[in-house]
């Protein structure tokens, strides 16, 4: 399946600073990637949809202003948070959809990134 | 709206024993269903899935499956745990393979006792 890189792994930042998040499919062009949120010990909650060479699809609830999606090549999305704040503190997952790889593979996730906004 | 639900949010079993971790969806069509494991501060890495087909699915480490369109599940098991396996684990369902994002249950989390 997909190979997918996602940096940094955690981070930490001061309160009112933004933070991007990079998501890459390494040997596979994503036309799609997923964003997921995850509290701990808590399951995966879809944030938003990002699309290749158009707007990204929120999730209801989800911030567009405050989570910005950027999906520029067939490669790479970012999820920038901005003005990031304590209760952003959270385990960010991008994801790979199998399209196109055919049915033989899942879904493949990239290692997270662990947020700390302080 | 899809769903998935773990009824288990934690289940503890002895080394050696066997596991059954249970997954029940709701999708109105064919469903694409997947188990996940993940380990403390780490991402997913894939079990098994089901798309069609043979009803029981094996996967890495051990793991199978067994999809029961009936009874709407596909539940997890191994016959025999090793202290590694202790993780958080992950039933989700997607379907119209393809873009389709993913509904995850609410994960179960294992503990292995010597």
């Known amino acids: 399946g997909a190979v997918v890189s996602q940096h940094p792994s955690w981070v930490i930042c001061k309160s009112g600073t933004s933070v991007k998040i990079e998501c890459r499919s390494l040997d596979f062009q994503a036309t799609t990637m997923f964003w997921y949120r995850q509290f701990p010990k808590q399951s995966l909650m879809l944030m938003a949809t990002?699309?290749?060479?158009?707007?990204?699809?929120?999730e209801q609830g989800v911030e567009k202003d405050k989570f910005l999606i950027n999906h520029a090549s067939l490669t790479l999305s970012t999820l920038t948070v901005t003005s990031a704040h304590p209760e952003d503190s959270s385990f960010y997952i991008c994801?790979?959809?199998?399209?196109?790889?055919?049915?033989?593979?899942?879904?493949?996730f990239g290692s997270g990134t662990r947020l700390t906004v302080v | 709206a899809q769903s998935v639900t773990q009824p288990d949010i934690h289940i503890t079993v002895s080394e050696g024993a066997s596991l059954e971790l249970r997954c029940n969806y709701s999708?109105?069509?064919?469903?694409?269903l997947f188990w996940y494991v993940q380990s403390p501060g780490q991402g997913l890495q894939l079990l098994l899935k089901?798309?069609?087909?043979?009803?029981l699915v094996q996967g890495i480490k051990g793991f199978e499956a067994e999809f029961k369109r009936s009874q709407s599940s596909f539940n997890l098991r191994k016959p025999s745990v090793h202290w590694s396996d202790a993780a958080e684990y992950f039933c989700a369902v997607g379907g119209d393979f393809g873009n389709e994002k993913l509904t995850f249950g609410t994960g179960t989390r294992l503990t292995i006792i010597p």
């Open positions: 990002s699309n290749e060479g158009s707007k990204a699809t929120y």
């Open positions: 999708y109105g069509a064919t469903p694409y």
């Open positions: 089901y798309f069609s087909g043979d009803t």
């Open positions: 994801s790979v959809p199998p399209y196109g790889q055919g049915v033989t593979y899942g879904y493949t």
